[in-house]
């Protein structure tokens, strides 16, 4: 294996909690115009991508961005699939980043596994990255990703090289303990996860609709998040990749959602604490999907984690602003300066 580096952190091991801009609660926040990367052209089927572990499992990913600029293992969310970065590829090609997006077991493409939990994530994770010749690489956990991509941080840490975490799924077992949640968030996290017979049934129901009424479940998915939300959710690329994304990572089946909730309802099994590689979280303080308390619990509990509270932000704050992630990760890996494109 080739010598990695980790970059250094200024400052102290605190927590740093700030509030973005308020500028970057709605609308499109692009930085400035940079010259492009000089990229180049990408293979065909690199949204079908499979590899076959060695148990004879196989794991599918999708491949967006740069081929050959740093690697970022992006987790999508609960239910969904490797299709929900898509929008991030013209973003991660332009940062130089490679965006290797895999579908978790019983997902779209990927094998269920009779193993439950995140060890057995990570796991294949590890073993995706060896057969694709990867050695060091980011990680991304969009919502129900979060737990995973923070799991992988504390188990691999000569390999993470920062830890990215939006709208996470966070520490809700110790949160509903000591605080209480919300009704909502009862009845998603305690009553549903606690019933596999319940969760199926849901992610069914779900699963039925995606595919013989798409308009009617988008409409559902909007009347369900928060009012910051809804302009996001209503453009139409935000609405196929939702539809796309939550259809392909339920098209096998619904045992890997119903796990994912299962295991969100309960105490993690690692240490956050744990987390050695610079990591930031992103938590909009009025969504309604994940309870935010969580989330800013979750940024408290990792070593030096900047908390980043989004004032008026809901759930959805990320399909406006993959750019300004992606750009913390490329800074925090070391990824050079996108290059001249030259004529």
Request: proline letters at 8%; a positive charge.
């Amino acid at each position: 294996m080739l010598p990695m580096t980790r970059g250094v952190r200024g400052g102290h091991r605190g927590n740093a909690i700030s509030h973005m801009d308020q500028n970057l609660r709605g609308g499109d926040s692009r930085a400035p115009a940079r010259p492009e990367r000089r990229i180049r052209p990408r293979p065909a089927n690199r949204e079908a991508r499979a590899h076959r572990l060695s148990d004879g499992r196989r794991v599918g990913y999708a491949d967006y961005g740069d081929p050959d600029g740093f690697p970022v293992l992006a987790f999508h969310g609960t239910p969904g699939s490797r299709l929900m970065f898509r929008l991030a590829d013209r973003s991660a090609a332009q940062k130089g980043l490679r965006l290797i997006a895999p579908d978790r077991p019983g997902y779209g493409l990927s094998c269920f596994s009779e193993r439950g939990g995140t060890q057995p994530v990570v796991e294949d994770m590890s073993a995706l990255a060896d057969a694709l010749g990867i050695d060091g690489f980011a990680v991304v956990g969009m919502s129900g990703g979060g737990p995973y991509a923070a799991a992988c941080a504390v188990a691999l840490p000569e390999r993470v090289r920062a830890a990215a975490l939006v709208s996470p799924v966070g520490l809700i077992a110790e949160v509903a303990r000591e605080r209480g949640l919300t009704p909502r968030h009862r009845a998603v996290f305690q009553t549903l996860a606690g019933s596999d017979r319940l969760s199926r049934a849901a992610f069914r129901l779900l699963r039925f609709l995606l595919s013989r009424a798409p308009g009617l479940t988008h409409r559902g998915i909007v009347g369900l998040a928060a009012p910051s939300d809804g302009p996001i959710l209503r453009r139409p690329e935000v609405r196929d990749d939702l539809i796309d994304g939550f259809g392909e990572g339920l098209r096998p089946g619904v045992a890997g959602a119903a796990r994912d909730l299962r295991l969100f309802g309960d105490d993690w099994a690692f240490d956050p604490a744990l987390i050695a590689a610079p990591c930031r979280v992103w938590q909009g303080d009025a969504d309604v999907t994940v309870p935010p308390e969580a989330a800013e619990r979750l940024a408290r509990r990792i070593p030096g984690c900047e908390l980043r509270m989004i004032a008026g932000a809901g759930h959805y704050w990320i399909y406006d602003h993959f750019a300004d992630v992606l750009d913390w990760v490329a800074a925090r890996s070391a990824v050079p300066a996108p290059e001249s494109l030259a004529l």
